[in-house]
């Protein structure tokens, strides 16, 4: 069925949830999984918080951190169900670039929507609407 997964993750509640059925998918058609978290570039001005007082080096020393832990936790689960897998980690102004790039290695995406909606929708985007629109790799999303 399938040989390899990709799980791109941001750490979110429902990515926790993806990444728990992408792994169970992945065990059931005895696929290797490949975790992937994409963080943004610094920039001057931004709407995070945490990221107000940090200097280009201390914010990406700040994300490659938080990207690890992420990965490291997705890769806990991998190991409990016994299914093989690997992670990557970039910085790129446009997450879903990344994801499709990566999606080229895979037969499946498993990846979680948060289902934004409207005004909300428009303005904040969605990477998983993104990558369905470019990606060639199947995508299986979990809501």
């Given at each position: 069925m399938f040989k390899?997964?990709?799980?791109?993750?941001d750490g979110s509640g429902l990515s926790q949830i993806a990444v728990?059925?992408?792994?169970?998918?992945?065990?059931?058609?005895?696929?290797?999984?490949?975790?992937?978290?994409?963080?943004?570039?610094?920039?001057?001005?931004?709407?995070?918080?945490?990221?107000?007082?940090?200097?280009?080096?201390?914010?990406?020393?700040?994300?490659?951190?938080?990207?690890?832990?992420i990965l490291g936790e997705c890769q806990k689960v991998a190991r409990g169900a016994d299914v093989p897998s690997d992670t990557r980690f970039y910085i790129s102004e446009h997450p879903y670039e990344e994801i499709v790039k990566a999606a080229r290695d895979a037969d499946l995406v498993v990846m979680a929507s948060h289902g934004r909606k409207g005004v909300k929708g428009v303005l904040l985007g969605s990477e998983t609407q993104k990558t369905l629109t470019h990606s060639d790799t199947p995508v299986l999303v979990i809501r």
């Open positions: 390899r997964i990709l799980i791109p993750t728990q059925q992408g792994v169970k998918l992945a065990k059931e058609s005895g696929a290797k999984v490949t975790f992937l978290n994409v963080a943004v570039p610094f920039h001057v001005f931004t709407y995070d918080a945490e990221s107000i007082e940090d200097t280009k080096p201390q914010y990406e020393k700040r994300v490659r951190a938080r990207g690890e832990r």
